[in-house]
């Protein structure tokens, strides 16, 4: 059975910063492919940031780029997104989600390409 924990989800103050966890347990650190999702009330759920296996290829939702970022250790089966410089329309409850299925053309965007997901954190920027 795979599990995904978020953790570090809180209140700040706009302009400060939060680092999300993602512990992942029940097999092999080795998914294809690690992300971050978001979603505000009323809102459909976002693609915030990925990052595959190799731990260098990333990418990220353009409102974010230059303050958040995503990177794993695999040897704490722990993936993270550091959020840095936040603003109140960051107020959201954030999802870690994971892709086990094989190979490398899929649409990181696109919260149907995960397989898991957390249950989720808040994050509430206040202004």
């Known amino acids: 059975q795979v599990q995904l924990v978020e953790s570090g989800g809180g209140l700040v103050q706009a302009g400060g910063s939060l680092r999300l966890s993602c512990a992942a347990s029940?097999?092999?650190?080795?998914?294809?492919?690690m992300g971050w999702f978001r979603q505000a009330p009323g809102k459909e759920r976002e693609f915030v940031a990925f990052?595959?296996?190799?731990?260098?290829?990333?990418d990220y939702k353009d409102s974010v780029k230059g303050r958040f970022t995503i990177s794993r250790d695999n040897a704490r089966n722990t993936v993270y997104l550091q959020m840095d410089s936040l603003k109140p329309e960051d107020t959201a409850v954030y999802y870690c989600?994971?892709?086990?299925?094989?190979?490398?053309?899929?649409?990181?965007?696109?919260?149907?390409?995960?397989?898991?997901w957390g249950q989720g954190t808040q994050v509430t920027v206040a202004s």
């Open positions: 029940g097999r092999s650190f080795s998914y294809n492919a």
């Open positions: 989600a994971a892709r086990t299925r094989g190979g490398t053309n899929f649409d990181a965007v696109n919260p149907r390409a995960y397989d898991y």
């Open positions: 990052i595959r296996r190799d731990g260098v290829t990333t």
